[in-house]
Structure formats: C-alpha cells, structure tokens
C-alpha cells in the first residue's frame, strides 16, 4: 500500500474552506487500487494554512492509472470562472510505502 501526499500551503484561513473539495469527487470511488483520501489542516502557522491531502492506493500502480486519467484532469482543472486569484501558495507531492501500522 502507499499514500500519496499533497501537501499544500494556502492563504491563511482557506484551509477549511477548500478542504470539502477533495473528498467531493466520488469519481476516485470507481478507480481500482483506491482505498481512501484524508484532508488534515493545520492553521498553527501564522502566515498559512497547511493542507494534507492523503490518499491511499493498494500501489503505484493504480494511483499512476488515476493520475493519468480524464477523470482526473478534469478534477484538478482550475475553473476559468473564477476572477479571485489562486489561495495556493505552494504545494508538494510526496509518495511513500506504508511501512507500519497500528490500528485499533
């Protein structure tokens, strides 16, 4: 298994605003391979929100087939709509292998 991490600085206090947007594409449900996503914020910073998305894929495999799909490129286009400019500051993806587990 692996999870697949976006970890995404935003403008202070958007963080909770954007986070309902990733767990809203029930695309990701038809996908094989895919187990779930997790949105964490963190507002400790004082100049930013940090956002975690975390999604976990049973390999890299499927998560390549999802990344490469029109699904998600249709889920990642920004709306030309939208006049306000991007609360992104930055973002970083960060793929790693579940190495260890504790569950209750």
């Known amino acids: 298994m692996i ?3 976006n970890r995404i600085q935003v403008k202070k206090g958007m963080g909770m605003k954007m986070a309902p947007a990733f767990t809203a594409n029930q695309r990701l449900l038809k996908f094989d391979g895919f187990e779930k996503v997790e949105v964490n914020v963190s507002t400790q910073h004082e100049d930013y929100d940090e956002m975690q998305v975390m999604m976990y894929w049973n390999s890299k495999e499927e998560f390549e087939v999802w990344r490469n799909s029109d699904d998600f490129k249709n889920a990642h ?7 306000g400019e991007s609360p992104v500051i930055k973002s970083e993806l960060i793929v790693a292998e ?3 587990v504790l569950t209750k």
């Not at 286009?77 to 006049?83: H, I």
């Open 3 to 5: 999870t697949v991490t």
């Open 77 to 83: 286009k920004r709306d030309g709509g939208d006049a």
């Open 98 to 100: 579940v190495a260890a």
